[in-house]
């Protein structure tokens, strides 16, 4: 906290519950700092954040003037530091997060310093939801099944876990079994205001997801970080960052019968893709926002990383406060936070002054319609009047397919839109493939829905559309229509309230007569833990090379993720998904055609069994009272009876196991001298992968099913392990071994360097030798030659992996040339060392030249300086020169220290040492 106070704001709040230092806002007026009262809400969170912590070192005065003058126009570009009041954590990212923890404390021993240095400064929750994978579906013993096979599987991840929450301090573990880490956040660790020390201070956090943003909701500010940027913070460490650009979001009226807060946030979504939000602050405001509820508002935040923005931000209101109360937050709690915000003038209500932003959009909320988003991109938005006419479009323009009822000529295409040299597959004609499965024999055709997922943490927090599927279901299931025999349903509530919610209202049995018995709770189909589908169907999908489709309730839908079988995804409303399950096709129009023929023989319309808004309402209000929440998070540490028989290794050291194929000490940070070396120029690099637009964090980093015969599955074969007993990529993310072995295996990703190939394939220039990109890699490791990609827009758009940085780092390389960076992305490859090259505007590989075969040099020296202009040259195989500037993308001189000491825990780790 601050240990001066050059602005007199500091201030005493009197509450029942006592009285806490803060520092005052409306103070800075005093000492010649005009406008706070308009400045974006967002933004005067961060400025109380620079005002309580001026030191003079880390934050200075200047830092808050700077905050304080922010120029919604054209902010201006300086750096400032933001501490978070905490961080956290879900174990696909969090295990990788311990494992550096773990390293850093045998790091610091072998620089003869303390290991309890390495601790947690902040408070640090890690939720374990990432685990659970849909193996078993549609019958009531699914969860049970599923719960014994994760902690089979993750038994090493989860002692190593338990290791830490008792050898660090501020660090708490939710076990697997209780929810989504975002909902967990929102229904329960989220304070609204935090207290230490006395001094009370708004909430804020930084996370290792990306859907940290889901927090927005709750007039928090906080995002998704890489786990190296989270670790960090941990340790004590700011966040810098460049004054962001605030977008504007006018929301008026209120949704119209029959649409969603899913269909808002599609199109929500699509606008903001639209007009440009990447790397920029977004905040609603308007009316609309008192017609809105509080977890609709946290569905349009969840999606901020597919709109492409830092935040997506609503401020603190009376919304804010209904929403604590009805979730079990004590009177004391929502006190403080009213309090709090009232006086510091962050809290909203319609009487407002308008806050100036840098640019501004709206939306009537009257005029959104039932849509989905698909097939491969979340800003894809589709009305559903137009999906049956949009799937067949997309079947012959992108999937190169025979397009029924319109004579269609396919033809194969790239994501971008244009044409590839892939030949177009033969198809199977309006017959199918005639399938056997469960005791039915039925025909799978292009378009079959093989799964209907009601999952992720955008739409398990929202009753509404949750009631609303249910109410569907038992709609549905009252005119006898059932899911098709092909469509492998699940259901993964966000949190136990959800089940409890849903069992109060009657709702639970509804959808499990339809298949949609509770499978897990935690993350499953939207991050592809979908599980295997039967191998019937996944035979019958390959036998006629099929364009099968899934249908979830997610925030992703990028190629390859969902489930290998799986080709097109479409993001919907649970209440959608229950629909497309009935239906059991993506060729058709539910607004217009029948989804079945009900036990009398008639043919039932989704309008038929659709529910109104009023009874939706009634039905929450009969069913969700705040005692759940109470109950349910009274002993959200507990964890299931599995959870509570797991023990492990204990002491302030992790005993590492080289035998063990789940958790290494990773290499980072083994041979680390005490000072780091000063920039060189990177020279003889080549390239190891040369990719096009929206590569994605998927196409990057490790994640889904490990396949036999990917090198990855070779090492962990080699290592007595059965391909029954891989797991997933997600769940040894402890492994750097495994990992640096998937680093870029995604089966879609397209290296332009072997053209007509899709999967983790490149050549290995030197000899033209074609094999896996971690064969190539290692090949040129072991010559001593160090490696650069190209590649085109928004490269490492997706989830915050912090393994899509450290996977590129330790196949080594050294650079990556791309026309532009998703924000997370870029900052992770600097946490780990490797530059980021931005090329020049109106310039890109295809412009200057570029095919991948080149030898570059890149010209580099110890007096790097932020977005500096960098000179490359390559030379082609035939000795052809070509020359180009690319822009430095280390943005700010804290990032150049990170690059100087080879990445962000290194200078921590220094940093430490020496104190």
Known sequence: MAASNPFGAEGVLKTSAGEYKIFRLPKLADAGLPGIDTLPYSIRVLLEACLRNVD?????????????????????????????????????TGVPAVVDLAALRSAMVRLGGDPKKINPLVQCDLVIDHSVQVDSF????????????????????????????????????????????????????????????????????VGT??????????????????????????????????????????????????????????????????HGVVGKFVEFYGPGLSTMSLPDRATIANMAPEYGATVGFFPVDDETLRFMRRTGRTAAEVELVEKYYKEQGLFRTDDSPEPRFTSTLGLDMSTVEPSLAGPKRPQDRIALAGMKAQWRQDLSSTFGKSSPGNGSTPVSMTSEGGPTDEPV???????????????????????????????????????????????????????????????KTSLAPGSRVVTEYLDKSGLSASLDKLGFQTVGYGCTTCIGNSGPLPEEISHGIREGNLVAAAVLSGNRNFEGRINPDVRANYLASPPLVVAYAIAGTTDIDLTTEPLGKGSDGNDVYLKDIWP???????????????????????????????WQKITGATGDLYQWDD????????????????????????????????????????????????????????????????????????????????????????????????????????????????????????????????????????????????????GTYLLGVKAVIAVSFERIHRSNLVGM???????????????????????????????????????????????????????????????????????????????????
């Open 56 to 92: 003079e070192f880390i934050v200075t005065t200047e830092h808050v003037r700077q905050v304080a003058g922010w120029n919604a126009a054209a902010p201006a570009q300086v750096e400032i530091p933001f501490m978070p009041g905490r961080v956290v954590l879900q174990d696909f």
């Open 138 to 205: 549609g019958s009531a013993d699914s969860y049970q099944k599923n719960i014994d096979l994760e902690f089979t599987r993750n038994l090493e991840r989860y002692q190593l876990l338990r290791w830490a929450q008792d050898a660090f301090t501020n660090f708490r573990v939710v076990p697997p079994a209780t929810g989504i880490v975002h909902q967990v956040n929102l229904e329960y660790l989220a304070k609204g205001v935090l207290t230490r020390d006395g001094v009370a201070y708004p909430d804020s956090l």
């Open 209 to 274: 997801d990306s859907h940290t943003t889901m927090i927005n909701g709750l007039g928090v500010v906080g995002w998704g970080v890489g786990g190296i940027e989270a670790e960090a913070v941990m340790l004590g460490q700011p966040i810098y960052m460049l004054l962001p650009e605030v977008v504007g979001f006018k929301l008026t009226g209120r949704l119209p019968e029959g649409a969603t807060a899913t269909d808002l946030v599609l199109t929500v979504t699509q606008m903001l893709r639209q």
């Open 425 to 487: 597959t033969p198809d199977p004609g309006e017959d199918g493939v005639p399938v056997e499965y469960a005791g039915k024999e039925f025909s799978l055709k292009h378009g079959a829905v093989v799964i209907a997922a009601i999952t992720s943490c955008t739409n398990t927090s929202n009753p509404s559309v949750l009631v609303c599927a249910g109410l569907v279901a038992r709609n549905a299931a009252a005119k006898g229509l059932t899911a098709k025999p092909w469509v």
């Open 612 to 642: 109104t808004s009023q009874e939706i309402e009634s039905t929450i209000a009969k069913s969700i009272v705040p005692e759940m929440f109470t109950t349910q998070y009274g002993h959200a540490t507990q964890g299931p009876v599995e």
């Open 659 to 806: 035998a063990s194929t789940y958790v290494h000490e990773p290499p980072f940070f083994q041979n680390m001298p005490e000072k780091p070396q000063p920039i060189r120029s990177i020279s003889g690099a080549r390239c190891l992968l040369s990719l096009g637009d929206s590569v994605t964090t998927d196409h990057i980093s490790p994640a889904g099913a490990i396949k036999a015969s990917a090198p990855a599955g070779t090492y962990l074969q080699e290592h007595g392990v059965r391909p029954l007993d891989f797991n997933s990529y997600g769940a040894r993310r402890g492994d750097d071994r495994v990992m640096t072995r998937g680093t870029f295996a995604n089966i879609r990703i397209k290296n332009l360097l072997v053209p007509g190939v899709e999967g983790g394939v490149s050549k290995f220039l030197p000899t033209g030798e074609q094999m896996s990109v971690y064969d190539a890699a290692m090949k040129y490791k072991a010559v001593g030659t160090p490696l650069v990609v190209l590649a085109g827009s928004e490269y490492g758009t997706g989830s915050s992996r912090d393994w899509a940085a450290k």
């Open 833 to 915: 060392g490797v530059l980021p090259l931005q090329f020049r505007a109106g310039e890109n590989r295809e412009s200057l030249g570029l095919d991948g075969t080149e030898t570059f040099e890149i010209l580099l020296d110890d007096t790097l300086k932020p977005l500096q202009a960098i000179e490359v040259s390559g030379t082609k195989p035939d000795g052809t020169p070509v020359h180009f500037v690319a822009t430095c993308r280390i943005d700010t001189p804290v990032e150049v220290e990170y690059y100087r000491n080879g990445g962000i825990l290194h200078t921590v780790l220094r940093q430490l040492s020496k104190s």
